[in-house]
Nanobody
Framework: EVQLVESGGGLVQPGGSLRLSCAAA????????MSWARQAPGKRLEWVSS????????NYADSVKGRFTISRDNAKNTLYLDLTYLKPEDTAVYFC?????????????????WGQGTQVTVSS
């Protein structure tokens, strides 16, 4: 059974930073690409970023490009998302997802399993 557990969310001021983590279990983490998505209050789920199996290929939504960085540690079965220069519009629940293949082209409709999410609130 695929298990994905996000952590690291919290309340941060505009311009601040956070590191989100996603602990994976129940599958061979190093065999699959991974993704992050987010859902703001009253809005649909939005794809944020994806990474390939080795971590050398990444993709980002235009809204976060240059501010967020996705990475992974296959030895620790953990996916990360570093959030910097945070804006109030980044406020959302952030989810990690397992892609069905190893590349970085994974998007929302590809993801088969999501975690329970971690709340990020950007406010002064």
């Amino acid at each position: 059974e695929v298990q994905l557990v996000e952590s690291g969310g919290g309340l941060v001021q505009p311009g601040g930073s956070l590191r989100l983590s996603c602990a994976a279990a129940g599958f061979t983490f190093s065999y699959y690409g991974m993704s992050w998505a987010r859902q703001a209050p009253g809005k649909r789920l939005e794809w944020v970023s994806s990474i390939n199996i080795g971590g050398g290929q990444t993709n980002y939504a235009d809204s976060v490009k240059g501010r967020f960085t996705i990475s992974r540690d296959n030895a620790k079965n953990t996916l990360y998302l570093d959030l910097t220069y945070l804006k109030p519009e980044d406020t959302a629940v952030y989810f990690c997802g397992k892609c069905p293949y190893g590349g970085a082209g994974c998007r929302l409709t590809d993801v088969g399993s999501w975690g329970q999410g971690t709340q990020v609130t950007v406010s002064s």
